[in-house]
């Protein structure tokens, strides 16, 4: 039954209690291929400040140690906290959509899978206002890879998180930056391959909403297959599709 409570007491109620798992809970959250990719992009220097939006557990801050001055992290979820002190030089409790920062306060801003549970135009204006001019800042998020298997992969995506206020395409990402005002935008493409079972395994999801997703698996459309290349028999392989999107303040 979906709960009644305002989504960011939601999304913070969630988190909280996947905070044990969080880290185990997909293959993507510690895959470094993806992580070596968002610093690519991101092209951060030594010399730079970082802000983790939607930080977490510090995961994507943590591919960034070393290679930037200083990295600080913003979250609703303190819950998270205690896992990301080792790589993040200061944690604050915020929201994406008012970022408790001054306008240009950092060379880069980077905000992986947080955007869904936000008013995400809201959020990502904050990321360009937080950020200097000439900085980047990059989004990395799920998407559905097209019109063919949008409805059937939002369905489990909802069905994994109930907060969740977004769904994504490619394109929306590139809109969002752009409406923003965000230049020399682009979406890079990521794929990572999910068993299903670990991906549902959550901590914060009931038994009745796991088994609705591996029913969309099951049931799913021979275009999701063909696109999410499903396998299906004692587990379930998804091959999830990430939009990387980066971009520019004008400087």
Known sequence: MPSSAPVDIQV????TARAARYNVSSHWVTDPVLGALTVKLLAPRPTDVLLDVACGTGLVAKEFVGKVARIVGVDITEAMFDQARPYV???VVGGGEALPFP???FDR???RQGIQFMRDGEAVREM???????GRVCLVHLCAYGE???AEYFESLRLRNEARRNF????DLTRLLADAGAVNVAVHDYVSVEDVDVWSNTGAITDEAREGIREVYRNASPAFRELHAVQTGDRIVD???FGVAVGEKAG
């Open 12 to 15: 913070r109620d969630h988190f």
């Open 89 to 91: 030089d200061e944690l």
């Open 103 to 105: 306008d240009a306060s």
């Open 109 to 111: 801003v980077v905000c």
């Open 128 to 134: 360009l206002r937080v950020l200097k001019p000439g």
């Open 148 to 150: 063919a298997d949008r």
């Open 168 to 171: 994504y395409v490619r394109g």
């Open 239 to 241: 091959h999830m599709l």
